[in-house]
């Protein structure tokens, strides 16, 4: 490394005289609370339930924990018990690993257990019927000791037959796609549509058991000698479990040219499975779920309901789902007269709103449909089946992700088709055409003047969805009979909200992840401090209630929220320009993760979930010229011609990667590690730059900020991993936190030109001041503290702590230290927060004073702030609810942030 410059060793110097002096810093607080050397913390970790219920009728769960430094290492294996102390199988795996070697975050399956679970170091408990994989021919057999799925490695088949015990319950799992080559605007003439099936190009058995077992399969979707829609499909199975999950990911690679009509058009987008149809029509059912609770309860061939009684009881095994005795024991009337009952084989449950859901049958093609129902919110679950076996299936955020659907077909016959529908066929085709023909902006200096009325930043070509994707989760349970009322309850519930186990706040907190001291449990003791909270409970409730309000759902947009507010027309401003869907912009996403990791609420981890499956998928592009970056707030999530790492930032995915362990969202944070390579294609400043500048391997240009934060966290995350690529990724952390550190003035430089061979960049002959107002605000603060817990390297510390000292100073004490001031700035009040972590690093009072002074007086939300919403009814909005005029997007993360760092690092210190 180069030496440090003699100016920093004078301030490191004066840092250390006066964090000696100053009890509070959190240097201080680290060195009291270190354990003694040659010791560990390895005290029990008690695992709870998200939601009460435990893990119901899913076929298991999976979670992170995370360790302090140094306690475990590579190797160690650990043991759960359950409240009575009894053995809980368990399968654990490192996720993460500190610098030294040690374990970070360690995962764990479990496929049993309610109530709560301790986790110790010790030997795991071996499950009486464990998962295994065997390989055979061209298959890939995969048994639960319940069931046993045969999968494909080549052809159209991903789940060849699922069994359970000598009785086949499904057969011949695929994957469908419909596409419309040509959508009409007006009136609808002769559609035509072209199918087709899934390609398998690649099978992987990523865990083998025994609790739990992952296959990964991809391919794309073929008709003919077309193969596009990318899919990558994940199966989990868990030990002595009779059910499956299914996670589903499709990547869109089609045309959709703005002002044609002709293009790929996704008009459905499914998972089918065939059901043999053993038993009598009879004793066939169906059941589709729908409102709560609630659940169509009918049989292929119903006897209730007749001219004729054939006995209560037979009646009520039908409704029941039992097998009926024989039709001999019948009233006679009724049996002789059985051909004469219809057999309904096919039925249709479609959600083509978040409001409203229908349901329809028909006893065969080719005859006309009846109404059976219908409701606002469907749960997304179904059963085919009788008697003798039959298959649940159950699609996540059914509704909230509308157009979905679930069909059965010719359940009167030998075999039954299911076919569940993530876009529904019955739905508009899927138009991601750009909204509007570019309103004449073909010249930057056009498109700037655009940016200033309708701050869109537009450019012809850009808003593409080419890239974009979208994961889905799906369940499936193998019956050896109908279930009963209260099985088919748990499994439609464990579809609406699928068990997490967790571990708590606390221990989130004292491993010291994401950020050693920078998030606390929340805090009442003082009025001050419950107003904070108060402030922060309101403005999570608040975003909450939008959503249902506003209807913030459907296949695309599930899991944002919108940017800024228009108070005339009592209405997001969802038409206008980059005012419109969020896109992570000034970093929602950690406020909700923070706002989780400090309090364990599960409404909080179910919204910074939907927010983290949206915003690294259809917010990034995963395809393409672009691929690895996302695209900046906008009317379409990929409508902006800003394609920019802060958006793609690795840092909004790591918290659900290491909660939960989720392969799709590590997946995500893998396929950023070379982004870097991006900055060749695309320069995120191109509009606005005076200098000559053409993109070059060895002298990029890239920004210290919001820039380098989005590489950093990809490099950090790999390298803690260990993944593929983790040694390169190490040697890029390193490397650039010491050229940027070098820097003539260090953060304060702005920009460096960057190597993409060395990964370094050059250090400026010049000092130069370039500072922004974002370069902060998109995860920099927090990725900084774990770099600076992690990582010895004194002088990026400095140069760090050197930017947090003079972001929010005055302009004359800037330009005392730079020699010129940073320019007219905003955002203080968000930056408070780099006040408070600086102060308690190097023990600055004044510091520690002014972050509360930025906090409670500068710009974003005052404690004068109205802090409550007003009722809106018709006619000054589309439907009753509620306002706040005074909230914006930008200014409740920043405050959110600020405001949980804030009460973390000073919480002592609050001014009076």
């Given at each position: 490394?180069?030496?440090?410059?003699?100016?920093?060793?004078?301030?490191?110097?004066?840092?250390?005289?006066?964090?000696?002096?100053?009890?509070?810093?959190?240097?201080?607080?680290?060195?009291?609370?270190?354990?003694?050397?040659?010791?560990?913390?390895?005290?029990?970790?008690?695992?709870?339930?998200?939601?009460?219920?435990?893990?119901?009728?899913?076929?298991?769960?999976?979670?992170?924990?995370?360790?302090?430094?140094?306690?475990?290492?590579?190797?160690?294996?650990?043991?759960?018990?359950?409240?009575?102390?009894?053995?809980?199988?368990?399968?654990?795996?490192?996720?993460?690993?500190?610098?030294?070697?040690?374990?970070?975050?360690?995962?764990?399956?479990?496929?049993?257990?309610?109530?709560?679970?301790?986790?110790?170091?010790?030997?795991?408990?071996?499950?009486?019927?464990?998962?295994?994989?065997?390989?055979?021919?061209?298959?890939?057999?995969?048994?639960?000791?319940?069931?046993?799925?045969?999968?494909?490695?080549?052809?159209?088949?991903?789940?060849?037959?699922?069994?359970?015990?000598?009785?086949?319950?499904?057969?011949?799992?695929?994957?469908?796609?419909?596409?419309?080559?040509?959508?009409?605007?007006?009136?609808?003439?002769?559609?035509?549509?072209?199918?087709?099936?899934?390609?398998?190009?690649?099978?992987?058995?990523?865990?083998?058991?025994?609790?739990?077992?992952?296959?990964?399969?991809?391919?794309?979707?073929?008709?003919?000698?077309?193969?596009?829609?990318?899919?990558?499909?994940?199966?989990?199975?868990?030990?002595?479990?009779?059910?499956?999950?299914?996670?589903?990911?499709?990547?869109?690679?089609?045309?959709?040219?703005?002002?044609?009509?002709?293009?790929?058009?996704?008009?459905?987008?499914?998972?089918?499975?065939?059901?043999?149809?053993?038993?009598?029509?009879?004793?066939?059912?169906?059941?589709?779920?729908?409102?709560?609770?609630?659940?169509?309860?009918?049989?292929?061939?119903?006897?209730?309901?007749?001219?004729?009684?054939?006995?209560?009881?037979?009646?009520?095994?039908?409704?029941?789902?039992?097998?009926?005795?024989?039709?001999?024991?019948?009233?006679?009337?009724?049996?002789?007269?059985?051909?004469?009952?219809?057999?309904?084989?096919?039925?249709?449950?479609?959600?083509?709103?978040?409001?409203?859901?229908?349901?329809?049958?028909?006893?065969?093609k080719g005859h006309g449909w009846i109404a059976a129902g219908g409701g606002r919110r469907a749960s997304g679950f179904g059963y085919v089946g009788g008697a003798s076996g039959g298959l649940s299936f159950g699609l996540r955020d059914f509704w909230e992700k509308f157009p979905a659907q679930l069909d059965i077909r010719d359940a009167h016959t030998d075999e039954a088709q299911v076919t569940i529908w993530l876009w529904s066929p019955e739905a508009q085709p899927m138009d991601l055409r750009f909204y509007h023909d570019g309103l004449g902006q073909d010249t930057y200096p056009e498109q700037l003047e655009g940016l200033n009325i309708t701050y869109e930043d537009y450019e012809p070509g850009f808003g593409t969805p080419y890239g974009i994707a979208r994961t889905s989760e799906l369940l499936f349970w193998a019956n050896e009979s109908t279930p009963s009322a209260e099985t088919l309850a748990e499994q439609a519930e464990a579809v609406r909200v699928l068990p997490q186990l967790a571990a708590p706040p606390s221990r989130l907190i004292a491993a010291g992840v994401f950020g050693k001291g920078l998030y606390a449990e929340p805090d009442r003791s003082t009025p001050a401090k419950a107003r904070i909270e108060d402030h922060l409970d309101f403005l999570f409730t608040y975003y909450k209630d939008q959503v249902e309000m506003r209807r913030w759902y459907g296949f695309w947009d599930y899991g944002d929220i919108m940017h800024t507010y228009d108070t005339v027309r009592h209405q997001w401003r969802y038409d206008v320009g980059g005012y419109a869907w969020d896109n992570s912009e000034l970093s929602p996403d950690l406020w909700l993760w923070y706002a989780y990791l400090r309090s364990g609420r599960a409404d909080i981890f179910r919204f910074a979930e939907a927010m983290t499956r949206h915003t690294g998928e259809v917010d990034v592009y995963h395809l393409g010229t672009w691929a690895g970056l996302g695209t900046r707030h906008g009317v379409q999530h990929y409508a902006d011609s800003a394609k920019q790492q802060r958006i793609a930032n690795t840092t909004y995915r790591r918290h659900y990667y290491f909660l939960t362990a989720d392969e799709r969202v590590g997946d995500l944070m893998h396929a950023n590690v070379d982004s870097d390579e991006t900055f060749l294609v695309l320069d995120p400043i191109r509009k606005i730059r005076t200098e000559p500048y053409t993109p070059d391997r060895h002298a990029l240009s890239i920004g210290f900020g919001t820039d380098w934060s989005g590489l950093v966290s990809a490099w950090l995350t790999e390298w803690e991993r260990r993944g593929p690529k983790w040694e390169k990724a190490r040697a890029r952390v390193l490397s650039t936190m010491e050229t940027i550190a070098a820097q003539p003035n260090g953060f304060v430089q702005g920009t460096g030109l960057y190597d993409l061979d060395t990964g370094r960049f050059a250090v400026a002959d010049e000092p130069v001041v370039g500072v922004s107002h974002l370069s902060a605000v998109f995860g920099l603060n927090e990725l900084c503290a774990e770099l600076i817990d992690l990582v010895d390297m004194p002088e990026f510390n400095e140069a760090y702590f050197d930017y947090c000292r003079y972001f929010n100073a005055t302009k004359a004490e800037q330009a005392a230290r730079y020699g010129s001031h940073f320019g007219s700035l905003i955002l203080f009040q968000g930056h408070s927060r780099l006040d408070a972590y600086a102060a308690v690093k190097t023990g600055d009072a004044k510091l520690a004073e002014r972050a509360w002074s930025k906090f409670y007086n500068s710009d974003g939300y005052r404690e004068s702030a109205p802090w409550r919403t007003e009722k809106v009814t018709g006619p000054m909005a589309l439907v009753e609810g509620s306002e706040a005029t005074w909230v914006s997007t930008n200014d409740t993360a920043l405050y959110g942030l600020a405001a949980i760092e804030n009460l973390a690092l000073l919480g002592d210190r609050m001014p009076s």
């Amino acid at each position: 490394m180069s030496p440090i410059p003699r100016r920093s060793l004078l301030k490191a110097a004066a840092v250390a005289g006066a964090a000696a002096q100053f009890s509070w810093a959190l240097g201080a607080r680290d060195a009291e609370a270190a354990p003694a050397a040659g010791t560990t913390d390895a005290e029990p970790v008690v695992l709870d339930w998200l939601e009460e219920g435990g893990l119901g009728a899913a076929p298991g769960s999976t979670l992170g924990v995370p360790w302090p430094k140094g306690v475990h290492q590579e190797g160690q294996s650990f043991a759960l018990t359950d409240e009575n102390g009894t053995a809980v199988p368990v399968q654990s795996w490192p996720i993460a690993y500190w610098p030294d070697g040690s374990l970070k975050w360690t995962a764990h399956a479990v496929s049993s257990g309610t109530g709560k679970l301790t986790l110790t170091p010790g030997r795991p408990a071996t499950p009486a019927r464990a998962v295994t994989v065997g390989r055979r021919g061209g298959t890939i057999d995969v048994s639960t000791g319940v069931i046993t799925a045969r999968l494909g490695t080549s052809g159209s088949t991903l789940v060849r037959s699922v069994t359970r015990g000598a009785t086949e319950i499904a057969r011949n799992g695929r994957l469908v796609l419909l596409r419309q080559p040509e959508i009409e605007d007006g009136d609808q003439g002769t559609v035509t549509y072209e199918r087709f099936d899934s390609a398998i190009s690649e099978v992987r058995v990523e865990q083998e058991g025994p609790v739990r077992a992952v296959v990964r399969i991809d391919g794309k979707h073929r008709k003919g000698h077309r193969g596009w829609l990318p899919f990558s499909v994940r199966l989990y199975f868990y030990a002595g479990a009779d059910s499956f999950r299914m996670v589903h990911t499709i990547t869109y690679d089609g045309t959709q040219e703005p002002g044609k009509a002709s293009g790929d058009f996704i008009r459905g987008i499914g998972v089918r499975f065939t059901v043999p149809m053993r038993d009598r029509s009879y004793d066939r059912h169906i059941r589709l779920g729908g409102e709560g609770t609630g659940m169509l309860r009918e049989a292929v061939q119903g006897i209730t309901g007749l001219r004729r009684d054939p006995g209560q009881a037979v009646q009520g095994a039908q409704y029941e789902g039992r097998k009926l005795p024989d039709p001999s024991t019948w009233d006679q009337r009724v049996t002789t007269r059985l051909p004469y009952i219809p057999e309904w084989g096919d039925y249709t449950l479609s959600q083509l709103s978040a409001d409203g859901f229908t349901v329809r049958k028909r006893t065969k093609k080719g005859h006309g449909w009846i109404a059976a129902g219908g409701g606002r919110r469907a749960s997304g679950f179904g059963y085919v089946g009788g008697a003798s076996g039959g298959l649940s299936f159950g699609l996540r955020d059914f509704w909230e992700k509308f157009p979905a659907q679930l069909d059965i077909r010719d359940a009167h016959t030998d075999e039954a088709q299911v076919t569940i529908w993530l876009w529904s066929p019955e739905a508009q085709p899927m138009d991601l055409r750009f909204y509007h023909d570019g309103l004449g902006q073909d010249t930057y200096p056009e498109q700037l003047e655009g940016l200033n009325i309708t701050y869109e930043d537009y450019e012809p070509g850009f808003g593409t969805p080419y890239g974009i994707a979208r994961t889905s989760e799906l369940l499936f349970w193998a019956n050896e009979s109908t279930p009963s009322a209260e099985t088919l309850a748990e499994q439609a519930e464990a579809v609406r909200v699928l068990p997490q186990l967790a571990a708590p706040p606390s221990r989130l907190i004292a491993a010291g992840v994401f950020g050693k001291g920078l998030y606390a449990e929340p805090d009442r003791s003082t009025p001050a401090k419950a107003r904070i909270e108060d402030h922060l409970d309101f403005l999570f409730t608040y975003y909450k209630d939008q959503v249902e309000m506003r209807r913030w759902y459907g296949f695309w947009d599930y899991g944002d929220i919108m940017h800024t507010y228009d108070t005339v027309r009592h209405q997001w401003r969802y038409d206008v320009g980059g005012y419109a869907w969020d896109n992570s912009e000034l970093s929602p996403d950690l406020w909700l993760w923070y706002a989780y990791l400090r309090s364990g609420r599960a409404d909080i981890f179910r919204f910074a979930e939907a927010m983290t499956r949206h915003t690294g998928e259809v917010d990034v592009y995963h395809l393409g010229t672009w691929a690895g970056l996302g695209t900046r707030h906008g009317v379409q999530h990929y409508a902006d011609s800003a394609k920019q790492q802060r958006i793609a930032n690795t840092t909004y995915r790591r918290h659900y990667y290491f909660l939960t362990a989720d392969e799709r969202v590590g997946d995500l944070m893998h396929a950023n590690v070379d982004s870097d390579e991006t900055f060749l294609v695309l320069d995120p400043i191109r509009k606005i730059r005076t200098e000559p500048y053409t993109p070059d391997r060895h002298a990029l240009s890239i920004g210290f900020g919001t820039d380098w934060s989005g590489l950093v966290s990809a490099w950090l995350t790999e390298w803690e991993r260990r993944g593929p690529k983790w040694e390169k990724a190490r040697a890029r952390v390193l490397s650039t936190m010491e050229t940027i550190a070098a820097q003539p003035n260090g953060f304060v430089q702005g920009t460096g030109l960057y190597d993409l061979d060395t990964g370094r960049f050059a250090v400026a002959d010049e000092p130069v001041v370039g500072v922004s107002h974002l370069s902060a605000v998109f995860g920099l603060n927090e990725l900084c503290a774990e770099l600076i817990d992690l990582v010895d390297m004194p002088e990026f510390n400095e140069a760090y702590f050197d930017y947090c000292r003079y972001f929010n100073a005055t302009k004359a004490e800037q330009a005392a230290r730079y020699g010129s001031h940073f320019g007219s700035l905003i955002l203080f009040q968000g930056h408070s927060r780099l006040d408070a972590y600086a102060a308690v690093k190097t023990g600055d009072a004044k510091l520690a004073e002014r972050a509360w002074s930025k906090f409670y007086n500068s710009d974003g939300y005052r404690e004068s702030a109205p802090w409550r919403t007003e009722k809106v009814t018709g006619p000054m909005a589309l439907v009753e609810g509620s306002e706040a005029t005074w909230v914006s997007t930008n200014d409740t993360a920043l405050y959110g942030l600020a405001a949980i760092e804030n009460l973390a690092l000073l919480g002592d210190r609050m001014p009076s």
